[in-house]
């Protein structure tokens, strides 16, 4: 693992929350903060991927949606699938 040395202002809330996840689960700090950015780069991706697809449903889409779903009784009933 390549490492850069750089300096980050921190609050002292998140300099205590860093040390003691750091001792907690016995790692160094670096290992926990790129976990943390990790963990975060992951939550920010799904939750635009989320959001896109729930823009992303235009007035066509939900008739054709809506078209789609009127088939689900097909005329067929009581046989089970």
Not at 16 to 43: F, M, Y
Request: without cysteine.
């Amino acid at each position: 693992m390549e490492t850069v040395a750089t300096n980050v202002r921190v609050t002292q809330q998140a300099s205590k929350i860093l040390s003691d996840l750091s001792n907690h689960l016995k790692k160094p700090k670096a290992q926990v903060i790129e976990q943390a950015l990790r963990d975060l780069e992951e939550r920010v991706f799904w939750q635009e991927v989320h959001d896109a697809y729930a823009q992303a449903e235009s007035e066509e889409m939900k008739r054709e949606r809506e078209l789609w779903d009127t088939t689900v009784g097909d005329g067929i009933e009581g046989e089970e699938w």
